[in-house]
């Protein structure tokens, strides 16, 4: 058997970096490709409740999901299905269309007991779930001034007299 100068092991080592490579590039192209295919949708109430858990006990934090959530045509985020799966009644969650305000294609019913959105459009619409609570409405209202939630139209009278506030806000991703 003959060897050349560079040693036996030169073609594997060359097959371990060419690996490695094609490992690296698809990690980088996985996430865009999957946003552009709508493979990886995370769902709204999901990532609502694990916020909700998350700032219950930390009044006047604001969380942003990091990635969009995905409401499908005719997809409702209510405060009486989240209230299922956190410490908080359905009166102590508040909504707010955040930044689709003026979109038509979300509509809210934040009148007492039914604090809900609900996407009318025709197909799918990315956002970003904006989450803020404090220990009370009125603390909750002076906690969010000079923040993104200051601006948006927020009615939480339901959370008045019932201790824990929460509101829950659609952002651009």
Same mark, same amino acid.
């Given at each position: 058997?003959?060897?050349?100068?560079?040693? &036996?092991?030169?073609?594997?080592?060359?097959?371990?970096?060419?690996?490695?490579?094609?490992?690296? #590039?698809?990690?980088?192209?996985?996430?865009?490709?999957?946003?552009?295919? &709508?493979?990886? &949708? *995370? *769902?709204?109430?999901?990532?609502?409740?694990?916020?909700?858990?998350?700032?219950?006990?930390?009044?006047?934090?604001?969380?942003?999901?990091?990635?969009?959530?995905?409401?499908?045509?005719?997809?409702?985020?209510?405060?009486?299905?989240?209230?299922?799966?956190?410490?908080?009644?359905?009166?102590?969650?508040?909504?707010?269309?955040?930044?689709?305000?003026?979109?038509?294609?979300?509509? #809210?019913?934040?009148?007492?007991?039914?604090?809900?959105?609900?996407?009318?459009?025709?197909?799918?619409?990315?956002?970003?779930?904006?989450?803020?609570?404090? #220990?009370?409405?009125?603390?909750?209202?002076?906690?969010?001034?000079?923040?993104?939630?200051?601006?948006?139209?927020?009615?939480?009278?339901?959370?008045?007299?019932?201790?824990?506030?929460?509101?829950?806000?659609?952002?651009?991703?």
């Amino acid at each position: 058997m003959h060897l050349n100068q560079r040693g &036996q092991a030169y073609s594997t080592f060359k097959l371990l970096i060419a690996a490695i490579v094609a490992l690296a #590039i698809l990690m980088i192209l996985m996430p865009i490709i999957g946003s552009v295919l &709508q493979i990886f &949708q *995370d *769902d709204p109430s999901d990532k609502t409740i694990e916020l909700l858990n998350d700032l219950y006990s930390k009044p006047e934090t604001v969380k942003i999901t990091p990635r969009a959530v995905t409401f499908t045509p005719e997809y409702v985020l209510s405060a009486q299905g989240l209230a299922e799966r956190v410490p908080l009644s359905k009166d102590q969650i508040c909504m707010s269309l955040g930044d689709f305000e003026d979109n038509d294609s979300f509509l #809210i019913r934040d009148d007492d007991p039914h604090h809900r959105i609900t996407w009318k459009g025709t197909s799918n619409q990315n956002v970003k779930i904006a989450v803020t609570c404090n #220990i009370s409405e009125d603390a909750l209202m002076d906690g969010i001034e000079d923040t993104k939630f200051d601006e948006w139209e927020t009615n939480c009278d339901i959370c008045d007299g019932r201790g824990r506030c929460c509101i829950v806000g659609l952002k651009n991703p």
